[in-house]
């Protein structure tokens, strides 16, 4: 053993070594092909100049592999331009990335950002403004799904194009309602009696919840809207939902519901696993959960599932979510940039393959009425609900200090939800705490 | 009487270590129950401890998702060359901190011990930064050069060379060694079981290590295995838990093979430094 641990020492520190400045070489290479298209080693024969572009992305999974499957279709029809792309983790990574690629000054060309983080970077003036391009292509913004740009401008200035945009939506085990008699509810107080008569208590424990959500600010959001209140009020110095009482209401109807068993609230980690996990085995009736998941239930399940609109307290409203993209303002190839972005969102071998197949939204007028996109919502409604609840989306958290009040609103639905902590003073607490991190 | 408690003392610790045994084995049977279940399998509950056909398959698809090849081999030459390093620099440092004299030794000494408390996630991006502007950010270096020095493993090396006897080392040096022969010959020899310890921790932090790779580099092809894994996952939508898993199995297979070689000189280690 002794002999056997230094022979692997020296052994390992000088394959180890020699490998390491081999791949360093070849990595450098890569590199340099990436930054400087005219490298001799590079076109032996080609006249045209090259050039690559890297395309930072957060799909992993399946959507990951058809998000590569729409760079090799972009390749395989440009001849001058090479798209790289690479997955740099979820959307929070891909942001701290992003973060210090651009003060590295290694940034990618087009970057994919969820879209609450759009207000962020353009903040830091780091992301290119599209108006001349899309002026210069002959698109006109209004092509665009009205519901998915609230995310799209900063200052007059349009930092963003919407590409895999998802939504909250009510999912349906409609097998469970029918057996009950119950409608598909579409208010809060049909909810809550839907709700109610689902529950199904076996010696003193819940065997079966009316219905559930993921542990999200999401969906606590949802409902604010759906109340008529904003999650910021409307010149960004505080919160929209305090002073109108909506905050209250919103979290106190939660409670209720929570109380008997009409609402089931997931532990905090893996939250939207188990939410789906319970829906496919009957365990809860109905779920408020992204777009996103429509497929993979679909699939999973065995009984009649419905989607329908998120249930409306004064008036139907539903955030969105999901990512952007973006031109950065440091890339050295913002032609290529651009005609990439412009092929995705407007060429019909662009991104509509993989929103069809993903179960992402449509976001442009032409994706909507392609053939493509009524074939499969002749045969999959579902998805079609999620796009005409589009009509209803809100979103009222955009504000360069989201990401920090987000950590704060978090905190206050754990208290109110796990803890049963006073929900007033909950509230007064998470207010103080807004308004300071607004005021700075 | 006598003979009936010590019965059931005994049961008593076969059943507290039978209890030990399963919380530390369930989530690894959990795992291998998960990669071999299918995607209907994954999404019941209450979840399946037994897959009703195990799909033998995932594996398959979990290691054609990404160039798994590459990803290997990086996290491979990665790991190994930090535990080569840092045992070349360790051992050299540890015998000065133990055995010589010199001033400003506890003022280095205790730069070490400050080194081993501040966390990675203080520096990151200064680190990121120096490594951008070196131009290296594109190869493995960046992985490796920010642990060639392990702070706790000179310091619990430092305390192991404490235990040798001076005498040894002093006849040595009338039998006219040179200071790397003690080292080769007494020091090293004499520790095994403390320097397999360091090497196998060093070994499972970095073959697991998502954060810092993930941060260093933006391009495949100086990727680790762990984030090769952390491509398996939905952003949104419902994860393929059963190919991410069967990527985790992939992932751990080597973490247990060295420790299933390494565990005697680590219970050695602990069970010497306890006799002193």
């Known amino acids: ?440 | 009487m006598t003979k009936a408690w010590r019965y059931t003392g005994l049961t008593l610790g076969y059943l507290l270590k039978t209890a030990i045994l399963i919380v530390f084995v369930f989530p690894f049977l959990w795992m291998l129950s998960t990669s071999l279940q299918t995607y209907r399998e994954t999404l019941s509950y209450p979840p399946t401890l037994v897959p009703a056909m195990p799909q033998w398959i995932n594996f398959a698809e979990a290691m054609s998702a990404g160039p798994f090849l590459t990803y290997f081999k990086n996290s491979a030459i990665v790991t190994l060359s930090i535990i080569a390093i840092q045992l070349l620099v360790m051992i050299p440092a540890a015998y000065a901190f133990a055995k010589y004299k010199f001033p400003g030794k506890n003022i280095l000494f205790s730069l070490v011990l400050l080194a081993f408390m501040i966390p990675g996630q203080v520096t990151f991006i200064p680190v990121y930064l120096m490594m951008a502007d070196w131009g290296i950010a594109k190869t493995l270096l960046p992985q490796i050069i920010p642990f060639m020095s392990n702070a706790f493993g000179i310091f619990l090396l430092r305390q192991y060379f404490m235990q040798i006897p001076e005498e040894i080392v002093e006849a040595a040096r009338l039998d006219n060694a040179g200071e790397f022969k003690i080292m080769r010959k007494i020091m090293v020899p004499m520790s095994m079981p403390a320097l397999a310890t360091i090497a196998l921790f060093s070994f499972v932090s970095h073959w697991n290590d998502y954060f810092w790779p993930l941060i260093m580099t933006d391009a495949e092809a100086i990727r680790p295995l762990t984030l090769g894994i952390a491509m398996l996952r939905e952003t949104e939508g419902i994860s393929n838990w059963h190919i991410i898993m069967a990527g985790n199995v992939v992932l751990v297979i080597p973490i247990l093979l060295v420790y299933l070689f390494c565990s005697k000189q680590i219970v050695k280690a602990f069970v010497y430094s306890g006799i002193k």
Request: one cysteine or more; hydrophobic letters at 40%.
């Open chain 1, 1 to 440: 053993m002794k002999k056997k641990l230094s022979m692997l020492v020296t052994m390992t520190v000088m394959t180890g070594l020699l490998a390491a400045c081999g791949s360093s070489n070849g990595g450098n290479a890569g590199a340099e092909n990436a930054g400087n298209a005219n490298a001799p080693s590079n076109a032996p024969a080609a006249p045209a100049e090259k050039v690559t572009l890297q395309f930072w992305h957060s799909m992993g999974g399946d959507n990951g592999k058809r998000i590569d499957a729409m760079i090799q279709r972009f390749n395989e029809s440009h001849d001058n331009i090479e798209v790289v792309g690479t997955f740099q983790g979820g959307y929070d990574e891909t942001v701290t990335k992003l973060q210090q690629a651009v003060a590295s000054g290694s940034a990618p060309d087009v970057s994919m950002l969820e879209r609450a983080y759009v207000e962020m970077f353009a903040d830091s003036e780091v992301l290119e403004d599209l108006t001349p391009y899309l002026e210069k292509s002959g698109i006109s913004a209004d092509e665009f799904t009205p519901g998915l740009m609230g995310h799209s401008y900063f200052n007059d200035q349009l930092v963003s194009l919407p590409l895999n945009r998802s939504t909250p939506i009510l999912h349906v085990n409609k097998t469970l309602l029918d057996e009950k008699g119950l409608a598909v509810p579409t208010t809060w107080e049909e909810l809550e009696a839907a709700a109610n008569a689902l529950v199904v208590k076996e010696n003193g424990e819940y065997t079966r919840y009316g219905f559930s959500m993921p542990y999200d600010t999401w969906y606590p959001i949802a409902m604010i809207s759906q109340a008529e209140g904003t999650f910021f009020n409307e010149d960004k110095t505080s919160i929209g939902f305090y002073d109108n009482g909506v905050g209250m209401k919103v979290f106190s109807q939660l409670k209720k519901l929570q109380g008997t068993g009409a609402l089931y609230y997931p532990p905090s980690t893996d939250s939207g696993n188990i939410v789906n996990g319970m829906f496919k085995e009957g365990k809860v009736a109905m779920v408020y959960q992204s777009t996103g998941s429509i497929g993979g239930l679909a699939s999973a399940v065995d009984f009649d599932y419905v989607t329908a609109f998120l249930p409306k307290d004064k008036v139907f409203a539903n955030p969105t979510g999901g990512a952007n993209v973006s031109m950065l303002a440091a890339s050295e190839n913002k032609e290529g940039a651009w005609e990439f972005i412009r092929w995705m969102e407007t060429d019909p071998q662009g991104a509509l393959p993989f929103i069809l197949e993903s179960g992402y939204l449509p976001f442009t007028k032409s994706m909507v009425e392609s053939q493509e996109m009524k074939d499969l919502w002749a045969k999959e409604p579902n998805r079609k609900v999620a796009y005409d609840q589009l009509q209803y989306a809100v979103d009222t958290n955009n504000d360069v200090a989201w990401p920090e009040v987000m950590h704060e609103f978090f905190s206050a639905i754990e208290a109110i939800m796990y803890d049963s902590k006073d929900i007033q003073a909950t509230l007064d607490t998470f207010k103080k705490e807004a308004d300071r991190i607004l005021a700075d």
